[in-house]
């Protein structure tokens, strides 16, 4: 049994199901890469993991725990979500965004934290008093995940970190989540088009197509193997 | 120019105009925690100004009323937010509008029907004390109003800058999204949101009606000013609502004293002309400030 287990999911917009039935599962410490298409039911995949959207049928174990209910259920469980788009709060300055980050914490300090991920993303130190909205692409990017790692997350998921960003800032990024993996054991569930860059990462993978799991196994299998390359990652 | 009266009609503005700005704090406080514009503020805070009116009249200290008042008015904000503002959360902005122009006539013709159209005497929570500096002549409730004002926009700014939950109402502003995504209510902040402001309207009616007498019409008016207000100094900042009403308390004295064509029956139009003009040269407001935005 995994830290995360998902079983049968089922979810959509209304009358629109996306989801039918998806299985996963993510190991303690693992980092795992969910690969599809657009509009496969990458997305509203993590937005039911994260309680922003109610599955229709199945269930989410978090650590053993069925988990439902608000955001702020998942959130206090210690699933983080840096969603599409990065979702930063851009009338914020960076240290309102970290601040707000660590909003579940209640009344714990959290200034060490503050400090260790400042320490961890220079940048952001840099530019504590500047405005999120004020940010490039890259640096939003990186504020998103310190704004998630401020909730001290057992997993974080992340919907798209390279979208909008260019191949070297994705490269960047991409590295710095690799560190971050190995420094702190946290786990990670990535959702990406970017299929070379997220395999290289992952350590498992799955394939999603039309809110099915096609495919899934260790990430240089799905990697190595041309059939699944090529009919459902398209390269 | 005789000094006398020009003092005396700027502390007369400086009174007027601490009220605008206690009700243009509302207006901004619900404009920034939900980006709607409350057209029925001002009725809040008549029906909050009765409620306090209708204990004295039961023998109620003024003190203890408006006290009494200003935590009804609270919970009352919250209340309305939960039932008739949460539906037409994130419906287009002329459907709010028409919500809080109902709520502006279901609280007017009620407060109509339960106390009548007829003017009631408030009694100052100040008292009725008269000071002379020489010629010019202060009111108790004056100072109270200016006072009373300062106290709020502190307690609105620590509040909204260096508290946890007031971190948490604008980051809900700021993206509603995201702000579940870290754990936040959104729901519940905003309640927050509206209960202050009802609060801070409450406070506005009972300081502006032993001036103006209270009848279910009084906060009309009141009203029309503190947009101004609100939108001279930046309809998101409390500092800019205290400032917008002060500014346009004096003008709207100052205007009515020495243009001769404008007296006591066009004060309302400087008001306009003011919303108008800031409009056109500064939209953001003296104090607003514009968003940021990088793509």
Redo the contacts between chains.
């Keep these: 049994m995994g830290l995360l287990d998902v079983n049968d999911l089922h979810a959509g917009y209304g009358p629109v199901s996306v989801l039918h039935g998806i299985d996963l599962t993510v190991e303690e410490g693992a980092i795992v890469v969910v690969l599809g298409a657009n509009g496969a039911g990458k997305t509203t995949t993590l937005r039911t993991l994260s309680g922003m959207l109610s599955p229709s049928r199945g269930t989410i174990r978090f650590d053993g725990r069925p988990l439902a209910g608000k955001p702020a259920t998942f959130v206090r469980s210690g699933i983080a979500h840096v969603p599409q788009g990065r979702g930063t709060f851009p009338q914020l300055t960076v240290e309102e965004n970290l601040r707000l980050g660590a909003y579940s914490l209640g009344r714990q300090p959290y200034d060490d934290d503050l400090a260790r991920w400042y320490d961890f993303f220079p940048r952001l130190a840099e530019r504590r008093d500047q405005r999120g909205g004020s940010l490039s692409g890259g640096e939003q990017q990186m504020l998103a995940v310190a704004r998630a790692l401020m909730m001290r997350p057992r997993l974080l998921l992340l919907d798209e970190p390279s979208l909008g960003l260019a191949p070297t800032i994705t490269q960047n990024l991409f590295e710095l989540l690799r560190q971050l993996n190995e420094d702190t054991g946290t786990t990670m569930l990535i959702v990406e088009q970017n299929a070379n860059l997220a395999l290289a990462l992952a350590s498992y993978a799955y394939v999603i197509e039309s809110g099915e799991i096609v495919t899934e196994g260790p990430a240089e299998t799905v990697g190595a193997d041309d059939s699944i390359r090529r009919a459902y990652l398209g390269v | 120019m005789d000094a006398t009266l020009f003092f005396n009609q700027v502390i007369g503005g400086l009174a007027s105009g601490a009220i605008y700005g206690s009700l243009a704090l509302a207006l901004v406080m619900i404009y920034r925690s939900t980006g709607i514009i409350n057209f029925a503020q001002g009725e809040m805070a008549m029906f909050s100004t009765y409620i306090a009116w209708q204990l004295t009249e039961w023998g109620v200290n003024i003190g203890l009323a408006a006290l009494i008042a200003i935590g009804v008015a609270f919970l009352a904000g919250t209340a309305i937010q939960s039932s008739i503002i949460r539906p037409v959360e994130g419906a287009d902005h002329l459907t709010q509008i028409m919500v809080t122009l109902g709520l502006f006539f279901i609280l007017n013709n009620v407060a109509g029907w339960q106390w009548t159209f007829q003017a009631q005497v408030v009694p100052s929570v100040f008292g009725d004390e008269i000071f002379a500096v020489g010629d010019v002549r202060i009111t108790a409730l004056s100072i109270g109003t200016v006072i009373v004002l300062i106290a709020e926009v502190a307690l609105l700014t620590l509040l909204l800058q260096k508290s946890?939950i007031g971190?948490?109402i604008?980051?809900a502003v700021?993206?509603a999204?995201?702000?579940?995504?870290?754990?936040?209510?959104v729901s519940r902040m905003l309640m927050v949101g509206w209960g202050l402001a009802a609060a801070f309207g409450a406070i506005a009616g009972i300081l502006v009606t032993p001036r103006l007498f209270l009848q279910p019409n009084v906060m009309f008016g009141v009203l029309i000013y503190s947009f101004a207000a609100a939108i001279l100094g930046g309809l998101d900042s409390p500092i800019g609502a205290i400032v917008g009403g002060l500014v346009v308390g004096v003008t709207e004295n100052l205007a009515s004293t020495y243009i001769d064509f404008v007296g006591g029956d066009l004060k309302i139009g400087v008001a306009l002309a003011l919303i108008v003009g800031v409009l056109l040269i500064k939209p953001n407001g003296l104090f607003g400030?514009g968003?940021?935005?990088?793509v």
Excluded: F
């Design positions: 946890r971190l948490a604008r980051g700021d993206n999204d995201s702000a579940e995504l870290v754990g936040i209510s400030r968003e940021v935005a990088r």
